[in-house]
Antibody, heavy 120, light 107 residues
Framework: EVQLVESGGGLVQPGGSLRLSCVASGFTFNTYWMHWVRQAPGKGLVWVSRISSDGTSTSYADSVKGRFTISRDNAKNTVYLQMNSLRAEDTAVYYC?????????????WGQGTLVTVSS | DIQMTQSPSSLSASVGDRVTITCRASQSINTYLNWYQQKPGKAPTLLIFGASSLRSGVPSRFSGSGSGTYFTLTISSLQTEDFATYYCQQSTTTLYTFGQGTKLEIK
């Protein structure tokens, strides 16, 4: 059974930093791309970032480029999202999801999400 | 970036109705188009991938079609559990994008 457990969310002041983690199990982690998707309260889904299976290739939405960094530790089956210079508009539930990279880029599995609140 | 535009943004319908939601891409995405359902307080769930392939376990009343820039999600006979928000998502470029969502409500 695929499981994705996100953690690291919380309340942070504008300009602050947080590091989110997503621990994966139930699939061969080191063969999958991993993505982060977020959802602001009452709003729609927004793709944030992805990282290749070996960690050498990354992509970011324009809204987070230069502030967020995605990384992974295949030995720990974990993907991270380092979020710096946080803004109120980064307030959202953050989900991680795996992507096999050879299909249609669909997100078959999602975690429960971790809530990030940026507020003073 | 490729923009995805869903219509309508909201829709009221009754149990048993046939409904169609549309998703348009700002440029051709072939069939790299996926559909999700999301209920309040829950993570999204995948319904359709590759524009028309039904995910295993998803009821056959759901169907998807389209290619290029125009796509549809159809629910042939609405059930109570189908009232939710639906999103399309493209994955043809390195920057994935979602549509803004369509909220399906009970009439």
């Amino acid at each position: 059974e695929v499981q994705l457990v996100e953690s690291g969310g919380g309340l942070v002041q504008p300009g602050g930093s947080l590091r989110l983690s997503c621990v994966a199990s139930g699939f061969t982690f080191n063969t999958y791309w991993m993505h982060w998707v977020r959802q602001a309260p009452g709003k729609g889904l927004v793709w944030v970032s992805r990282i290749s299976s070996d960690g050498t290739s990354t992509s970011y939405a324009d809204s987070v480029k230069g502030r967020f960094t995605i990384s992974r530790d295949n030995a720990k089956n974990t993907v991270y999202l380092q979020m710096n210079s946080l803004r109120a508009e980064d307030t959202a539930v953050y989900y991680c999801s795996p992507d096999p990279g050879y299909s249609y880029g669909q997100f078959d599995y999602w975690g429960q999400g971790t809530l990030v609140t940026v507020s003073s | 970036d490729i923009q995805m535009t869903q219509s309508p943004s909201s829709l009221s319908a009754s149990v048993g109705d046939r409904v169609t939601i549309t998703c348009r891409a700002s440029q051709s995405i072939n069939t790299y188009l996926n559909w999700y359902q999301q209920k309040p307080g829950k993570a999204p769930t995948l319904l359709i991938f590759g524009a028309s392939s039904l995910r295993s376990g998803v009821p056959s009343r759901f169907s998807g079609s389209g290619s290029g820039t125009y796509f549809t999600l159809t629910i042939s006979s609405l059930q109570t559990e189908d009232f939710a928000t639906y999103y399309c998502q493209q994955s043809t470029t390195t920057l994935y994008t979602f549509g803004q969502g369509t909220k399906l409500e009970i009439k």
